[in-house]
């Protein structure tokens, strides 16, 4: 990806959410809180795929029928918005990455883990690994010393 397409891809994620919050679709603006997690444009600037993240997200039908029913509009708006010679056709894609994260964190959350247990098994296990380092290194340390003692009375 050059540059030029980054910087593009960029500012066409900075617009739309700008534009998402504007729009007065209830099919778009009932369902939830809107996440534009990335853009990727193509190298002639004809298409461009749009990530979003919807979290709470009630009919992913209805939303992607909502967005497909604005593309258009919003299309137009970013190319007042942007000054590019084409305004790529918008393409958007729902990832659920962060409603997947939320998920995985509300379930470690509720996982029965006393507290002190899991800091004394660190404590304990760092000690341990503390004490086989200097174990480790006063035998080498005494190995060498031995080794070069013997290799000068030679």
Request: charged share 30%; glycine share 6%.
């Amino acid at each position: 990806m050059t540059n030029r397409i980054f910087r593009i891809n960029e500012d066409i994620q900075r617009e739309l959410a700008a534009l998402l919050r504007n729009i007065k679709d209830p099919r778009i603006k009932k369902q939830g809180m809107i996440s534009i997690t990335a853009v990727n444009t193509s190298g002639d600037l004809g298409q461009a795929k749009v990530y979003l993240s919807v979290y709470n997200l009630q009919s992913a039908k209805e939303f992607k029928d909502g967005l497909k029913s604005a593309s258009g509009h919003l299309r137009y708006e970013l190319g007042k918005a942007l000054s590019l010679r084409h305004t790529p056709e918008l393409k958007f894609i729902l990832d659920e990455s962060i409603e997947r994260g939320a998920k995985i964190n509300a379930m470690i959350s509720t996982l029965d883990i006393a507290e002190g247990v899991a800091e004394d098994t660190a404590d304990t296990a760092a000690e341990g690994v503390a004490e086989d380092a200097a174990e480790n290194s006063a035998e080498d340390t005494a190995k060498n010393t031995a080794e070069s003692i013997a290799e000068d009375t030679q």
